[in-house]
């Protein structure tokens, strides 16, 4: 395998970032993860709109031109012949001795591209199945809008639902309400059949993958509600899923001790998991 570190194409078992990067003492970097669906990056323009928008956030500067970025994206994707998988960008605020006010201005932002392959097969089968997914309180800090690598709390959730045999957790606020999943946006279908997601503008990460969803649901008519919703509303729902690039959407079968729906993955979801890249770009 072979790893983009700054400038140069390595082996992937020999890439390597300094220890006084950023990113590793103070997680003060930021990611996206593409999702390479035969042989294509999927939404990269969305992909890379959202990596400026964190990057700017965090006053952080493009470590190369845009199309730069977007032409080391396929060729990592090339040399590493992935046909299905996913393209993963890092960028942090560089290496400088530890201090936490931000380093020098001559002091460049780091970049990694690595590019790894999965299988459909198996992505397919779990969808078949679904997942079980496992409700956590919320500890995040509020600003889960910009897409760090800050995911100490997201990686607490999931392993604490790792431990009890689900997938994903789902973090409730302290009204009640889902906010989203530890590396997932969450969606319900209700009784009435109307599709609920939570307004992007607080406490969730815009997921891409939720953003073309919408423009799926728009294209097929389907009643769709912009709201928070609790997590006594998802025990009831009629279906449950989950977003991500990584994912698409998958099928939600159990939450904490409940059942939902009948049990089996849910139609919408699974409808909209077979549609789902005639609406990418
Ligand atoms: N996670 N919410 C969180 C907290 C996420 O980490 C992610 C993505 C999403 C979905 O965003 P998108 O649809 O753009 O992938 C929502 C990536 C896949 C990860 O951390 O691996």
Redesign the pocket.
């Known amino acids: 395998r072979i790893a983009y570190v700054n400038g140069q194409y390595v082996r992937h078992t020999d890439a390597a970032v300094h220890i006084e990067d950023r990113g590793y003492q103070f997680a003060d970097g930021v990611y996206e993860?593409c999702e390479v669906w035969n042989g294509n990056i999927v939404d990269v323009p969305r992909?890379l709109d959202?990596l400026d928008r964190s990057l700017t956030e965090l006053q952080i500067d493009w470590p190369m031109t845009r199309s730069a970025v977007e032409f080391v994206l396929r060729q990592v994707v090339r040399r590493n012949k992935v046909h299905d998988g996913i393209v993963y960008i890092q960028v942090t605020r560089g290496v400088a001795k530890r201090d936490h006010f931000f380093p020098a201005d001559d002091v460049a932002p780091s970049i990694v591209i690595t590019a790894r392959r999965s299988s459909p097969e198996a992505a397919n089968a779990q969808a078949e199945k679904g997942i079980s997914v496992f409700s956590y309180p919320e500890n995040r800090w509020p600003r889960?809008d910009i897409?760090t690598v800050a995911?100490l709390p997201?990686v607490l959730a999931k392993q604490a639902a790792k431990e009890k045999g689900g997938k994903e957790a789902w973090y409730v606020d302290a009204d009640g309400c889902v906010t989203?999943?530890?590396?997932?946006?969450a969606w319900i279908v209700t009784k009435a059949g109307a599709l609920v997601t939570r307004p992007a503008e607080n406490g969730?990460?815009r997921?891409?993958?939720?953003t073309v969803i919408l423009d799926l649901i728009e294209r097929e008519g389907l009643v769709f509600e912009e709201r928070p919703f609790t997590l006594e509303e998802a025990y009831e729902a009629k279906e449950a899923f989950v977003?991500?690039?990584?994912t698409i959407a998958m099928p939600v079968i159990r939450i904490d001790d409940r059942i939902i729906g009948n049990g089996h993955p849910g139609s919408v979801a699974t409808r909209l998991r077979e549609q789902f890249h005639t609406a990418t770009d």
């Not at 997921?207 to 939720?210: L, Y």
């Open positions: 993860v992909h959202r889960v897409k995911l997201n989203e999943g530890g590396s997932t946006n969730i990460l997921g891409i993958t939720r977003t991500a690039a990584s």
